[in-house]
């Protein structure tokens, strides 16, 4: 969905139309940004500043929590600020990337209307009150989008953000296994000769916190497969990315479909759903599961959610987390009856 038309050339007019008046502008990522907001949100800075002369700034909320989303950041160097840092008074005008007005994951202040959406997921009601969106569902990554705007504006696209670019479509896509589209593989193959082969093999096997290794002890006793549905309990987890890892993790499991995975952050219950199913509706499926206890919403293959304030007590997390667990397994059909996915072993000679 989209109020723009035709060919990028024409859609980078119309950006560039939405933005007269203003002075300055904000491009803001989703909350915990992941690699294709944090290369589409870089991009979309150099086609504006490209295409109008203007002040443009990068924000991001939230915490920057996989190692390789951090490796991405520091070994390129992606001029992008946390929103805290961001003195929001100076902004006449903002931008928001991989995400939509109203969604529950991004920080855009209360009220305000962004004047650009560039995004690929299931367009929302509230976004066509935006001057300019350009939301387009058959996209696998919204990076192959800004590759579009890149080449329609001319701007000469370096390394780096050659490298951030690929690596959004790569890991967004699963190197364009899922999800994706012509217009994916048409912008892997334009910024492949650019890559950083160096910095990439770095952002994609970063040093990972000691931490983390207690996580996947946490997965693994917490979840439970009820026949092709695995359902898995985190806990509390040190960075709210981790829920969306494990569950591409748990839904590569032999013989799964599905993937629900929890876990408890800041206060909140975020959820994550993974499915093997090409044809399937995640987006739909969380949306269902969380009702109206928060936000969800996503892809056909890969969606996620957020129940505010229900891990503010152990009890009303437990309690919240047992409620999501049946809503899925009835959505599902699957059976209410599960079993541990690793029983621990008792020592035996004891
Ligand atoms: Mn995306």
């Not at 990337?97 to 969604?103: A, F, L, Y």
């Not at 952050?265 to 969380?290: C, E, F, M, W």
């Not at 999501?324 to 009835?330: D, F, Q, V």
Request: hydrophobic share 40%.
């Amino acid at each position: 969905m989209s109020n723009t038309t035709g060919a990028p050339e024409r859609r980078l007019r119309q950006l560039v139309e939405a933005l007269k008046g203003k002075r300055r502008l904000l491009v803001l990522t989703h909350d915990n940004p992941d690699p294709d907001c944090i290369a589409s949100g870089w991009a979309l800075t150099r086609v504006v500043r490209k295409a109008r002369r203007m002040r443009v700034d990068f924000a991001y909320a939230g915490i920057i929590g996989r190692s390789e989303n951090r490796t991405l950041t520091d070994v390129l160097r992606v001029p992008l600020r946390p929103l805290s840092q961001v003195d929001l008074g100076k902004y006449d005008a903002f931008a928001l990337v991989d995400s939509q007005p109203e969604t529950g994951n991004n920080s855009l202040p209360k009220g305000t209307i962004p004047t650009l959406v560039i995004d690929h997921h299931p367009c929302r009601e509230l976004t066509r009150a935006v001057p300019f969106y350009d939301v387009r569902e058959e996209y696998g990554a919204t990076a192959s989008m800004l590759a579009e705007y890149l080449e329609a504006a001319q701007v000469k696209v370096d390394r780096r953000l050659a490298t951030a670019l690929f690596y959004a479509i790569k890991s967004e896509t699963q190197n364009l296994g899922r999800e994706s589209s012509r217009a994916d593989f048409r912008a892997f193959l334009r910024f492949f000769p650019l890559v950083d082969n160096l910095a990439l093999s770095r952002i994609e096997n970063p040093p990972i916190p000691r931490s983390y290794f207690a996580m996947f002890d946490q997965a693994i006793a917490g979840t439970e497969t009820h026949g092709r549905v695995a359902v898995t309990r985190l806990g509390t987890v040190s960075n709210p990315d981790i829920v969306a890892q494990f569950a591409d993790l748990i839904v590569r499991m032999e013989g799964m479909r599905w993937a629900f995975t929890m876990g408890r952050y800041a206060g909140d219950i975020l959820l994550s759903v993974r499915t093997n199913l090409p044809h399937a509706n995640a987006g739909r499926v969380v949306q269902k599961v969380v009702g109206r206890l928060g936000k969800a919403g996503g892809h056909g293959m890969m969606a996620g959610g957020k129940v505010p304030e229900a891990a503010l007590t152990p009890d009303r997390a437990r309690e919240t987390e047992r409620l999501l667990k049946g809503r899925i397994l009835r959505i599902l059909r699957a059976p209410a009856a599960g079993a541990q996915l690793v029983v621990p072993e008792v020592p035996s000679g004891a």
